[in-house]
T-cell receptor, first 115, second 113 residues
Framework: AQSVSQHNHHVILSEAASLELGCNYS??????LFWYVQYPGQHLQLLLK??????LVKGIKGFEAEFIKSKFSFNLRKPSVQWSDTAEYFC?????????????FGSGTRLSIRP | DAGVIQSPRHEVTEMGQEVTLRCKPI?????LFWYRQTMMRGLELLIY????????DSGMPEDRFSAKMPNASFSTLKIQPSEPRDSAVYFC???????????FGPGTRLTVL
């Protein structure tokens, strides 16, 4: 079965610091990969997604993620965070015939930005 | 498009009462998903539908939970009887293409006293 691991449960950064959130998945076949963001009190919104092609994916609000197939990773990055990036970030994966319609979400990483 | 619509946004009820959560997916989206989010368990998929038919309900915690989708524009998640441990935020999401982006509703915050 697929699984998604987000090893950082809570990350605290100062404004302008660089950000990298780790995500690893377990499925070995073709995958679709996603990063979602949930701002305090709001619903999940898509930040970016990878289906195929260039493994470096650019999303909204200056976020990007790199798909490294050999490492089963899809880490999220941002060169300079802002206070408004305070949120919870979820990595998610879809893959495999048996769960073709489902997206499996990681446990989330809470990001706190100090002004 | 108005996006995924959920009602009510907040629900406070007493243990043993029946609770019904409602969801209207984005028009044209054939896939509808119900999730539960808690601090302890994170985001859990409860059930999903394709073309109004339940496809996978393996995440439904127990028989007290049931979900229906009588037509393409409406789904309900019912808890009967409710218990305090059901307190959570329940999200509905829909998608156009299987395995592609899911669009989430604002959620229903359920508190069972």
């Amino acid at each position: 079965a697929q699984s998604v691991s987000q090893h950082n449960h809570h990350v605290i950064l100062s404004e302008a610091a660089s950000l990298e959130l780790g995500c690893n998945y377990s499925y070995g076949g073709t995958v679709n990969l996603f990063w979602y963001v949930q701002y305090p009190g709001q619903h999940l919104q898509l930040l970016l997604k990878y289906f195929s092609g260039d493994p470096l994916v650019k999303g909204i609000k200056g976020f990007e993620a790199e798909f490294i197939k050999s490492k089963f990773s899809f880490n999220l990055r941002k060169p300079s965070v802002q206070w408004s990036d305070t949120a919870e970030y979820f990595c998610a994966v879809n893959g495999g015939y048996s769960s073709a319609s489902k997206i499996i979400f990681g446990s989330g990483t809470r990001l706190s930005i100090r002004p | 498009d108005a996006g995924v619509i959920q009602s009510p946004r907040h629900e406070v009820t007493e243990m043993g009462q029946e609770v019904t959560l409602r969801c209207k997916p984005i028009s044209g989206h054939d896939y509808l998903f119900w999730y539960r989010q808690t601090m302890m368990r994170g985001l859990e998929l409860l059930i999903y539908f394709n073309n109004n038919v339940p496809i996978d309900d393996s995440g439904m915690p127990e028989d007290r939970f049931s979900a229906k989708m009588p037509n393409a524009s409406f789904s309900t998640l019912k808890i009967q009887p409710s218990e305090p441990r059901d307190s959570a935020v329940y999200f509905c999401a829909s998608s156009l293409i299987p395995g592609n982006e899911q669009f989430f509703g604002p959620g229903t915050r359920l508190t069972v006293l």
